[in-house]
């Protein structure tokens, strides 16, 4: 069982969403070589996704991906957010900020009927999900224009909640992977599997196709996930040194530096656990911490510090994220990388 059919790309390659580091340049590209471009929304205000909506109708050769976040903002917590703030006064001071100008918000919209009513006009070929799926009508919707929809499973029994509640296809997300978790019935990252470990249990277990997804790097990993059963293979950290990428300069100096090797899950930086290159703010506060308010409320007052510190060269507060395997990074077009991924799998 191969992608293509189910998504009607040229290549079975599809480019990770990755908010803050892309826009649809990326996407664009990346559908031009025949793979699947997808592009983050979760951090998009209404103007800007409808501006990049936009631009992928009018420029997608072939089908496009929107990437939206399914989670439920929590409450806020005045004590949890004080003992955060706590945790970061020192910091504060050192670049000379004021810790009460901190901005309130999550700054990561969960998907909502508002956006499913702003992206419907344009019919997206693809819709895919991280931390489960919205509620079954929205599902249903997409699935009324002919849109796809995909969603990231860490577990087995992530796996089988997304093929009964309507997803096309799943993407077995690997411990190794860079960014964000897609788990949604639990945070125990104890449950979390290695993509070569989960990927042939979910090919098992579902009658949809399966999508591998973090530690693969290069063609040789494609090709390998590919005979493990998976449908087709999702990639993000290799394309975060493209030219088409918006990677920062400093991100793209750790990801070319000795530093790289050494990555590590962290929640200092949204409050859910991703995947980044080990920085002095994780190691000084320890990469996972009890300290910051849940998904997605710490953002809202460690961004100042990652602002002002890069304005001074400095990535100490700065989410470098990456997938352990960082190996198959080149600053080449997302076009050629596509190719050079899919080159080993055959028609």
Known sequence: MRIEPLLGTRLPIIQAPMAGVQNSALALAVCRAGGLGSLPCAMLSAEALVQELELLSAEAAGPWNLNFFAHSNPPAEAAREQQWRAALTPYYAELGLDIEAISAGAGRRPFDAATLELIAPFRPPVVSFHFGLPEAAMVERIKGWGGKVLSTATTL???RWLQTHGADAVIAQGLEAGGHRGHFL??????QMGTFAL???????????VIAAGGIADADGVAAAMALGAAGVQLGTSYLLCPEATTSQLHRAALQSEAAQ????TNLFS??????????VMREL???S???PPFPLAGGAITPLRSAAEQR????????????NNSGCKAITAAELTLELAAKVGA
């Open 157 to 159: 029994a992530e796996g």
């Open 186 to 191: 639990s945070t125990d990252l104890s449950l």
């Open 199 to 209: 990927l042939p249990q979910l090919v098992a277990a579902l009658d949809i196709p």
């Open 262 to 265: 050494h990555t590590a899950l």
């Open 271 to 280: 409050g859910g656990a991703a995947r980044g290159i080990v920085n002095r």
């Open 286 to 288: 320890g990469p996972l």
């Open 290 to 292: 009890e300290t910051p």
């Open 313 to 324: 060269g400095s990535s100490d507060f700065s989410p470098l994220w990456s997938g352990q």
